[in-house]
């Protein structure tokens, strides 16, 4: 493009658009300067390794460490993707190969709408609604089928309250479903009809269709998809801030409630009243954003090579 | 039993776990839905908009100042961020169209949509809260405007990249200068597109929670100062949601109701308008 050069209103123009688009940029750059700035004092104090490994969470001895936060963080954003996937793809297949044509339409609206919901109201829900349930009758009910069944009775051991590991992934879950629904949906809706019909013209049935034609013709979007969704969960913060409590301890059973990075956060941020405690929660966020950030740029890295898979 | 038998029986077993697996997902949604307006409509009066809260534990009272701070709020957020991006996006589809920088753009802009924001919460602490010295409603506006940006920036991209070249060049051919192409000629042809794109991206931020917890706070009384710390109707759900009044829970499903709603609306809208201009 040379016109442009002519010009001198154009010149301005396209500076100020230049300037605009290069916001993105700066606003990257700022946060991950600033976030480093801010935790200095506790990048000094704790170093890397030792602030990553350490499982002391402690504002009255002022040591801290991040690791029972990431913990948190990896169990429940791991455990809502184990309840989200599947669901998500069912849906998937469900509204491109199952449904009839009159139901495609206002089952997407639907899925993206669940998808609009501010986290902040599921989180409520799950505070007023889901979490007595899961207390009074889910919990003790997978207690009681898990009794006695070693490791499984580890992994429900504890009281059933409700405010835990368990429905905070839950609420996750329900809350990545749609996202991930949604992905799915339109890579699965890229798979070439004449392939399809193809594999039907030689006998198959509709669930080997979609099993050995559609999913490894749109592993890449779907996978995409999916890594996206993990890159969403790990920083989502209302929707678990109600239910998970806020302790920072390790724990084995996901009955107990747990911390994540997000809720400390949330929780701690306006009341660190030390230095080295503000620098800490600084640091958290540091180590929430490059985790988050390397997540989603794996995930974008997956959907632009599918993407240009299929537009070859 | 045959094996065509045995094929079928599979077939008809995952396609049934997969409705299954539809209809799950969708009662989640009609279970949420349901109880936000069952228990929004129960808790919902005209007292709730025109009166400020009541002291803690006491009966009565609104959320006059949530209400009114939060739409200042996402105002304030929606005149800064809008610009930028419409501008960015520009940029990125016009004159740095096929471009390195403006696949690295585009590709960022990406990534910041889904960076937690509660993270850009803490950023703008630093660099808004903590020098003035208390919370304040600009801090809240501008962290929301960052969240906005990035999403406003990639829909005008795609807008301006379905106008078609050669409506361009018809204008080009006439003498036009490359600015007044993009203004008279591009801008017209996908501002349906673009304004739906701002439609989602305002649905995006008024139901942001995390960014505005530690920069525009919250605030018991009402105020118009966005120099002071501001009440928001999301960080009320938060406070009240989470407190010991009956009185407050209450209250929360109402504002959750009254900002559910808001969003599917403009979202129901958004997609209506997109189906209609182009299909």
């Not at chain 1, 480093?36 to 009255?60: H, Q, R, Y």
Request: with cysteine.
């Amino acid at each position: 493009m040379i016109i442009y050069r002519k010009n001198f209103f154009d010149l301005i123009f396209s500076f100020i658009t230049a300037i605009a688009s290069l916001s993105v940029v700066l606003f990257i750059i700022g946060i991950i300067y600033v976030l480093i700035s801010e935790s200095s004092l506790a990048i000094n104090k704790f170093g890397v390794i030792k602030f990553l490994t350490s499982t002391d969470w402690d504002p009255v001895r002022e040591s801290f460490g991040a690791l029972t936060n990431i913990y948190g963080t990896v169990i429940t954003t791991g455990l809502s993707l184990m309840i989200a996937i599947p669901a998500a793809i069912g849906i998937a297949i469900f509204v491109t190969e199952i449904s009839p044509n009159f139901l495609k339409g206002p089952i997407g609206m639907a899925i993206e709408l669940l998808a609009a919901i501010p986290s902040i109201i599921y989180g409520m829900w799950g505070l007023f609604t889901l979490s007595p349930i899961m207390g009074n009758h889910i919990e003790p009910f997978l207690k009681k089928i898990t009794a006695g069944v070693p490791l499984a009775d580890t992994l429900f051991s504890g009281t059933p309250m409700g405010i835990d590991i368990l429905t905070a992934s839950v609420i996750l879950s329900i809350m990545i479903i749609p996202f991930t629904a949604s992905i799915s949906r339109d890579s699965f809706n890229l798979t070439p009809a004449v392939v399809k019909e193809s594999a039907y013209a030689l006998g198959a049935t509709k669930w080997e269709v979609v099993k050995n034609v559609v999913l490894p013709y749109s592993k890449l979007g779907v996978f995409g998809g999916i890594v996206l969704s993990l890159g969403r969960a790990l920083g989502e913060t209302m929707a678990v801030a109600f239910v998970l409590g806020n302790n920072h301890r390790i724990t084995t059973s996901l009955l107990d409630a747990a911390a994540t990075i997000t809720v400390t956060l949330a929780n701690e941020f306006t009341e660190a009243d030390k230095d080295i405690y503000l620098s800490s929660l600084f640091y958290l966020a540091l180590v929430l954003f490059v985790l988050s950030f390397i997540t989603l740029a794996i995930a974008k890295l997956f959907l632009l090579k599918a993407e240009r898979k299929y537009s070859r | 039993m045959t094996r065509e038998q045995m094929r079928k029986i599979e077939s008809g077993i995952a396609l049934t776990l997969s409705t299954l697996a539809a209809f799950v997902g969708l009662f989640w949604l009609f279970f949420i839905l349901g109880d936000v307006l069952v228990h929004g409509m129960k808790a919902l009066n005209p007292g709730l908009f025109i009166n400020d809260p009541a002291p803690p534990g006491v009966e009565g009272g609104g959320l006059r100042n949530a209400f009114v701070g939060q739409l200042l709020i996402t105002l304030c957020a929606t005149l800064m961020g809008v610009p930028v991006g419409v501008l960015g996006g520009t940029f990125i589809a016009e004159y740095a169209r096929g471009r390195k920088i403006a696949r690295i753009i585009s590709v960022l802009s990406d990534i910041m949509v889904s960076v937690p924001s509660i993270v850009i919460g803490t950023f703008i602490y630093a660099i808004l809260v903590k020098p003035v010295g208390h919370f304040n409603g600009w801090s809240g506006a501008v962290a929301l405007a960052i969240i906005m940006i990035p999403v406003v920036l990639r829909t005008t991209e795609d807008m301006l990249s379905l106008v078609s070249w050669t409506l361009r060049e018809a204008a080009f051919a006439l003498g036009a200068p490359y600015y007044k192409v993009i203004m008279q000629v591009v801008y017209r042809g996908a501002a349906t597109g673009i304004l739906t794109g701002i439609l989602l991206s305002i649905a995006r931020v008024a139901g942001e929670t995390a960014p505005l917890l530690f920069t525009s706070f919250n605030n018991a009384f009402f105020t118009l100062n966005m120099k002071q710390p501001m009440s928001s109707l999301t960080v009320t759900i938060f406070q009240y949601a989470m407190g010991p009044y009956d009185n407050w829970h209450t209250q929360a499903w109402a504002a959750a109701f009254v900002i559910t709603i808001f969003i599917l609306l403009v979202t129901i809208l958004g997609r209506l308008i997109i189906r209609w201009r182009y299909r």
